[in-house]
């Protein structure tokens, strides 16, 4: 019996994310990237664009185009799609809070265009509770928010049937340090939370429900323990089918299939060595690739050098060769699923979703996930200080990290990496200034009476029950801007800071560093104070939750308030309480205009007090940071906390020793 399929399967959508510094600029991008072979778009906001801000507003100074395009009005989302069809082009938005104004520009757009809206496809992430537990790019309370999705969710199946309206993303919870039990559990919990207030709205009918599961879309992380995450997603698979027809009544085996994409891990990505890099990202495809029952329906790869910075063109380049690679020339499409009948597999599925199950039954009974968002955040925290703590120890081996260190006989750090040569992308300064001069123009010479109305519509809608897309189409049509939309949403809804979950991963270092315990402890001038802030937009909070865990196993006295300060707030906080050092955690790429910002305000309030730095931070800034006054400077390639925190009781020491002479 021939073991081929009578046809070979269609491949996967190959996409890879990007956008940067202004529309126009990654309207080249991705024209650059279509051409070769991309068959569809990722888009990467900028940080104020998810946020709700425009570029010219003083807390997006740094930030634009800095990790995606900054699309603040109608005018840049016809930049962005210059010369690509909509009706043609399957469109990934990463976008949560404001989801549906992004949305809401892109129907503008279309009718612009004069496109129906059943012609468009792609997907609006629109999943804001890993932006509690991970991310960080919320606004809203959970309980606007969830109203916001719904809207969403409801009218793209009724007017937009081939959009996925919501993309349930456990990506971002296994880059925090989920479990693969805790990534399908809690992709899956916030999965009922959404559907259970869809269904309790009775807006849409039963018909309208199972229609409703079969646009659910997912997008998941694929890491490097290759078996276990074909397990994990033919976990997946299996629950996601008996959690829709059980609770949901969903009959249609077609509605029911698990639909999702994926992104692969960045967070296992190494500074050191980055050329390991490229042997990951192709294994990690495997992991939802291999499995045909479980496979990715759209796939994008990071590049090998996305823990140094942005990736240049030629990055983003080389990783859809290595989908195009797995997909045109190995046999992998052309065969049944291979892992049928395996024991092992079998076995290790059925350990996943039995967890799993579990996991989420729980979350269900105690509430559902947008009451858990404390709970849950707690447990990731937990579960990333034990992989930290692992791969500290050894007990988790990463080669040219933590094994096989060593370098070549060059004494170079990579066979990729030339110091005469900048082997990452920077936002271009110039397209960013431009754009934000000519947002300026564009406000002065909008209606700004039509904008008004627009506005003061929106809220009206927002305190009934309404739903709210109609109303935000005209804001965008008028000329409304991204900040109008968010702050009319903040008006009518408030703002939401979420929990910081460290006290999960409270002892885990505990017995490690009872030296620095002993140390601190016996330190002239009383317990010593760390201030862990992170300045700017960036929420992306793992590192500075390590951070601040660590230093409490340690001995110091953390105070941690969360993301999105600025650095008015950190500095008011240090002369406050009186702080012995500030550890700064940013990620973003603006870490060169907040820290000088910051210095600038500890000096205005007359404190000095030391300053460490740590993010995703190119050999280049290091020694500007320095020259601004900072310490230290840590980056992805120094893993060992425990040395970290060494460093740290030493600058707190010599700072109260030259006190006290």
């Not at 029952?293 to 994008?300: P, S, T, Y």
């Not at 009186?578 to 820290?595: A, T, Y």
Request: negative net charge.
């Amino acid at each position: 019996m021939d073991p081929h399929l009578k046809q070979p399967d269609i491949p996967w959508v190959m996409r890879t994310y990007a956008g940067h510094s202004s529309a126009a600029a990654s309207n080249r991008l991705f024209r650059a990237n279509l051409a070769n072979g991309q068959t569809g778009l990722s888009v990467a906001f900028d940080l104020p664009t998810q946020l709700g801000l425009d570029p010219d507003d003083p807390r997006s100074a740094g930030e634009v185009g800095k990790v995606g395009v900054p699309i603040a009005h109608l005018a840049h989302l016809r930049q962005l799609f210059d010369g690509i069809e909509l009706d043609k082009m399957n469109t990934s938005m990463t976008i949560n809070a404001t989801a549906m104004w992004l949305f809401s520009l892109y129907l503008a757009l279309a009718d612009e265009q004069g496109i129906p809206y059943h012609l468009l496809a792609g997907t609006t992430q629109n999943d804001i509770i890993k932006e509690y537990l991970s991310r960080g790019t919320f606004i809203f309370t959970p309980e606007a928010s969830r109203r916001l999705t719904v809207d969403l969710i409801e009218f793209s199946v009724v007017h937009v049937p081939k959009w996925n309206p919501i993309n349930i993303c456990s990506y971002h919870l296994q880059e925090a340090g989920a479990t693969p039990v805790q990534e399908v559990a809690y992709a899956l919990a916030t999965a009922v939370g959404i559907l259970d207030a869809v269904r309790d709205r009775g807006r849409l009918g039963e018909d309208g429900l199972a229609k409703v599961v079969g646009r659910m879309s997912f997008f998941v992380n694929s890491g490097i323990r290759l078996i276990e995450e074909v397990a994990k997603m033919r976990s997946f698979v299996a629950l996601w089918d008996e959690l829709t027809r059980i609770r949901y009544g969903v009959e249609d085996p077609k509605f029911r299939r698990f639909r999702y994409g994926v992104q692969v891990n960045s967070l296992g990505l190494t500074e050191s060595q980055p050329e390991n890099n490229v042997y990951r990202i192709m294994l990690e495809a495997l992991g939802v690739t291999l499995s045909r029952d479980a496979r990715a329906r759209a796939l994008q790869l990071p590049a090998w050098n996305e823990a140094i910075g942005l990736p240049r063109p030629i990055d983003q380049q080389w990783s859809l060769r290595a989908q195009q690679i797995l997909a045109y020339e190995t046999d992998l499409l052309e065969y049944p699923d291979i892992f049928e009948g395996s024991k092992v597999m079998e076995e290790l599925t059925a350990e996943i979703v039995d967890a799993a199950r579990s996991e989420l039954n729980r979350i269900i009974e105690a509430g559902g996930v947008f009451v858990q968002i404390d709970e849950m955040k707690a447990a990731l925290v937990r579960a990333q200080t034990e992989r930290a703590h692992a791969i500290e120890t050894g007990a988790q081996r990463v080669v040219g990290v933590n094994l096989y260190q060593n370098k070549p006989e060059s004494e170079q750090e990579s066979v990729l990496v030339n110091p005469d040569t900048k082997t990452y992308l920077s936002a271009d300064t110039a397209e960013v200034a431009q754009l934000i001069e000519e947002f300026q123009a564009f406000k002065l010479l909008r209606d700004e009476h039509a904008v008004q109305a627009a506005r003061d519509h929106l809220l009206r809608v927002a305190h009934t029950d309404e739903n709210l897309i109609e109303a935000t189409l005209a804001l965008a049509k008028v000329g409304g801007t991204t900040q109008d939309w968010a702050d009319t949403m903040r008006e009518a809804f408030g703002e939401f800071r979420a929990p910081t979950g460290i006290h999960g991963g409270d002892g885990v270092r505990r017995g490690a560093m009872d030296s620095l315990v002993d140390r601190l402890r016996h330190l002239p001038g009383g317990p010593a104070r760390l201030l862990v802030a992170k300045p700017g937009l960036d929420g992306h909070s793992n590192g500075a939750e390590q951070i601040a865990v660590a230093a409490r196993d340690a001995g110091f006295e953390v105070i941690y308030q969360g993301i999105r300060q600025t650095p008015a707030e950190i500095a008011s906080v240090a002369r406050d309480e009186d702080v012995d050092l500030i550890g700064l955690s940013i990620l973003s790429g603006s870490h060169l205009e907040l820290v000088g910002t910051l210095f600038e305000e500890l000096r205005s309030r007359s404190v000095s007090v030391p300053v460490i730095v740590g993010g995703i931070i190119p050999d280049d800034d290091i020694s500007q940071l320095t020259a601004l006054g900072v310490r230290e400077v840590f980056t992805p390639k120094h893993y060992q906390i425990s040395q970290i925190m060494a460093q740290l009781v030493d600058i707190v020491a010599q700072r109260r020793e030259s006190s006290q002479s």
